[in-house]
């Protein structure tokens, strides 16, 4: 599949997958998606801003929701009997402040590769999909919108949650889609 793929959707893959690194995600899910193709120019980004998407907000917004997410959760930790916040302090007082951020930034560094989640992978072939209905012997980063906002995703919840009229940003990418 990623034979078809424009030089504009290669490069939002190898953007999310440094998207991904930067927020020490262990996934790259549509989340990091989404951050790559609204940063860079192309058909997705064009689609977001003509269907009234602040995307700069969008990239703030999405990049803070995937840095929430990979927080560790202290009230699931109470449940199972460990105190994170004294386990933070224990870990700072022997080995300095913002320990176990580093120690997780360290163990997480040493991943080359970065797998794709479930849903990633399910929107990249949503993605071919989009393509072939539009006709297009090619996927361009106009298609992996579609196929982001095909199905129920972290991307999609996140633009419905940014107010976006995501049947209108489709709409936009399909006439991106089919002009590339």
Same mark, same amino acid.
């Given at each position: 599949?990623f ?18 690194r ?26 977001? /801003? ?7 907000? #969008?990239?703030?917004? &999405? $990049? +803070? !929701?995937?840095? @929430?997410?990979d927080? *560790? ?8 009997g460990i ?10 007082e ?23 989640t ?7 072939e ?9 006709? /297009? ?7 992996? #919108?579609l196929?982001? &906002? $095909? +199905? !129920?995703?972290? @991307?999609?919840?996140? *633009? ?12 936009r ?6 002009a590339?």
């Amino acid at each position: 599949m990623f034979e078809r793929f424009t030089k504009d959707a290669r490069a939002a893959v190898v953007d999310a997958q440094q998207v991904a690194r930067d927020a020490h995600s262990e996934q790259i899910d549509t989340r990091h998606l989404l951050v790559a193709l609204a940063s860079a120019p192309g058909p997705a980004r064009t689609a977001l /801003s003509d269907g009234g998407v602040d995307v700069g907000g #969008l990239v703030d917004r &999405t $990049r +803070a !929701d995937i840095a @929430a997410g990979d927080e *560790l959760d202290p009230g699931a930790l109470a449940a199972v009997g460990i105190d994170l916040d004294e386990v933070t302090r224990r870990t700072e007082e022997t080995f300095g402040e913002g320990a176990l951020a580093r120690a997780g930034r360290v163990l997480r560094g040493r991943r080359k590769h970065i797998p794709f989640t479930p849903d990633a992978k399910k929107s990249l072939e949503l993605a071919l999909r989009e393509a072939i209905r539009l006709g /297009s012997k090619e996927i361009h980063g106009g298609h992996l #919108l579609l196929g982001l &906002t $095909r +199905a !129920d995703s972290p @991307a999609r919840r996140i *633009l419905v949650d940014a107010g976006a009229d995501v049947d209108q940003v489709r709409q936009r990418a399909e006439g991106g889609a089919q002009a590339a």
